[in-house]
């Protein structure tokens, strides 16, 4: 069984710190690794996938350290975010010289069976110019899996794809994860990551700052307070109301109508409007404050 541990891991460059202290393992099956721009998600996967040494703590693959020793690189594929590839060869030609460069016994059927595996035989001889950006990456999905590793790393796979693309490569992992691979794909998109993956790890600013499943995560993120800004027909009335209903840690009367942060969002937004009616006060707007991505993430990681 291929099982990734990382263990008090940090990364810094130069002064900044990408990853801070992260301890996980990742096991065989489809694993999410959520997390906004910049969480260090992208520096995780490039440790795990041996390119870079961690500053402290270790990085392993069944007890070996991933960096530097290269007969760990034959149980790893990759996935690489950036865009950049060679252009003026074919499909075939691209995934078979990095069959070759595996050294592999048979590199022409190992070719042929991972550009079969994302289903791209038919296009397979035309040039990767021409290629659509879904079929780029079933490309260099396929130049990942030309070594059929047992640890497959995908660095944000869905970026810029269409629903049509998103949900073949969906497909493709979770095959590939019920095979009984290990499969770790970043991303930035809570539901994107929700669809496939068994477990999720969500880091955030560098930390590993939750982990579970997706009905965990998602309790998480729903019962964290969620601030709302209010406005009525009157707003002193609806504060003092507010107040008194209780499921609510704090609430200011402010210029743009009253700030409530409530602690029970689920009670809080059933009992509102009630409590409005029940003393003849109309509802104006009633507007989430922090509703963003990023003050979910920052609340995970505040707990
Ligand atoms: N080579 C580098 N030199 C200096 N700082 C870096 C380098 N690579 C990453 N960083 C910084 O480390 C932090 C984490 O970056 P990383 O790319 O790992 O995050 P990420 O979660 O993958 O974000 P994104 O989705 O935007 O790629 C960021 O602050 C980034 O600016």
């Not at 202290?21 to 969480?39: H, I, K, Q, W, Y």
């Not at 007969?71 to 074919?90: F, H, K, N, Q, W």
């Not at 290990?182 to 539901?191: N, R």
């Not at 929700?194 to 019962?223: C, K, N, P, W, Y």
Request: without cysteine; aromatic residues 6%; negative net charge.
């Amino acid at each position: 069984m291929a099982i990734i541990d990382l263990a008090q891991v940090s990364r810094w460059y130069g002064n900044v710190v990408a990853v801070n202290d992260v301890s996980m393992r990742l096991e065989p099956g489809v694993t999410g690794l959520l997390g906004p721009n910049g969480a260090g998600k992208s520096t995780l996967i490039t440790m795990m996938a041996g390119f870079l040494p961690p500053s402290a703590g270790s990085v392993t693959l069944g007890g070996r350290p991933l960096h530097g020793d290269p007969s760990v690189y034959r149980e790893i594929g990759l996935v690489p975010e950036r865009e950049e590839m060679y252009d003026a060869v074919t499909g075939w030609t691209f995934v078979l010289a990095n069959a070759r460069l595996h050294r592999l016994p048979d590199p022409e059927a190992a070719a042929r069976r991972a550009i079969a595996t994302v289903e791209m035989a038919d296009a397979q001889d035309r040039d990767i110019r021409g290629y659509s950006k879904g079929m780029k990456q079933r490309i260099k999905m396929a130049t990942a899996i030309v070594h059929d590793p047992t640890v497959l790393l995908l660095d944000e796979p869905f970026n810029g794809m269409d629903p049509r693309q998103r949900l073949h490569l969906m497909e493709l992992l979770h095959r590939l994860g019920d095979e009984g691979r290990t499969i770790l794909f970043s991303s930035h998109i809570l539901e994107e990551v929700e669809q496939i993956a068994g477990r999720i790890e969500v880091m955030v600013a560098g930390r590993h700052a939750a982990s579970g499943d997706f009905r965990e995560i998602r309790r998480l993120m729903t019962q964290r307070p969620h601030q709302y800004t209010i406005r009525s027909s009157d707003d002193r009335a609806l504060a003092a109301a507010v107040i008194g209903a209780g499921s609510t840690s704090g609430v200011e009367l402010a210029d743009d109508g009253v700030h409530v942060q409530a602690t029970d969002f689920a009670a809080f937004v059933h009992a509102l409007p009630r409590l409005a009616a029940d003393r003849g006060i109309r509802l104006l707007e009633v507007r989430p404050a922090d509703e963003s991505l990023e003050s979910v993430f920052s609340y995970l990681v505040a707990r």
